[in-house]
Antibody
Framework: EVQLVESGGGLVQPGGSLRLSCEAS????????MHWVRQVPGKGLVWVSR????????GYAGSVKGRFTISRDNAKNTLHLQINSLRAEDTAVYYC??????????????WGQGTLVTVSS | DIQLTQSPSFLSASVGDRVTITCRAS??????LAWYQQKPGKAPKLLIS???TLQSGVPSRFSGSGSGTDFTLTISNLQPEDFATYYC?????????FGGGTEVEIK
């Protein structure tokens, strides 16, 4: 069974940093691209970042570029999102999601349960 | 960036109804369009990929159609468990944008 379990969220002051993690199981993690998507409570979904299967290529939404860093440890089946210089508008639930690849026309076929990041003084 | 406009943003329907949600892209995305269902407090769930391919385990009352810029998600014979928020997403280019969502409520 495919499972994605996020951790690392919490309350942080503006300007602070957090490192989110997503532990994957039930599939060959190193074969899949992965994404982070966030959702302000009560609002819509917003794509944040992606990383290719070996970690050599990354991409970011404009709103987070330069502040967020996506990475992965394929030996530990874990995806990370380092978030720096946090702002109130970064408050959201952060989901990791698996890219289904060619067979799913790149739709996100599995999602974690999310981890809440709250930025407040 | 490709903008996706969903309509309506909210709809009220009864069990057994047929409902249609539309998603319009600001530029063509071929068939690189997915639909997700999200229930309160839960992660999104992939329903349809490639505009019309139903995912394994998803009831056949769900269907998707369209290509280019105009897409629809149809739920025939609405069931109590279908009351949720639905999102479209384009997978044609980065950033991977989502529509604003359509909340389907029980009438």
């Amino acid at each position: 069974e495919v499972q994605l379990v996020e951790s690392g969220g919490g309350l942080v002051q503006p300007g602070g940093s957090l490192r989110l993690s997503c532990e994957a199981s039930g599939f060959t993690f190193s074969s899949y691209w992965m994404h982070w998507v966030r959702q302000v409570p009560g609002k819509g979904l917003v794509w944040v970042s992606r990383i290719n299967s070996d970690g050599s290529n990354t991409g970011y939404a404009g709103s987070v570029k330069g502040r967020f860093t996506i990475s992965r440890d394929n030996a530990k089946n874990t995806l990370h999102l380092q978030i720096n210089s946090l702002r109130a508008e970064d408050t959201a639930v952060y989901y990791c999601a698996r890219d289904g690849g060619y067979n799913y026309d790149y739709a996100f076929d599995y999602w974690g349960q999310g981890t809440l990041v709250t930025v407040s003084s | 960036d490709i903008q996706l406009t969903q309509s309506p943003s909210f709809l009220s329907a009864s069990v057994g109804d047929r409902v249609t949600i539309t998603c319009r892209a600001s530029q063509g995305v071929s068939s690189y369009l997915a639909w997700y269902q999200q229930k309160p407090g839960k992660a999104p769930k992939l329903l349809i990929s490639a505009a019309s391919t139903l995912q394994s385990g998803v009831p056949s009352r769900f269907s998707g159609s369209g290509s280019g810029t105009d897409f629809t998600l149809t739920i025939s014979n609405l069931q109590p468990e279908d009351f949720a928020t639905y999102y479209c997403q384009q997978l044609n280019s980065y950033p991977r944008t989502f529509g604003g969502g359509t909340e389907v409520e029980i009438k």
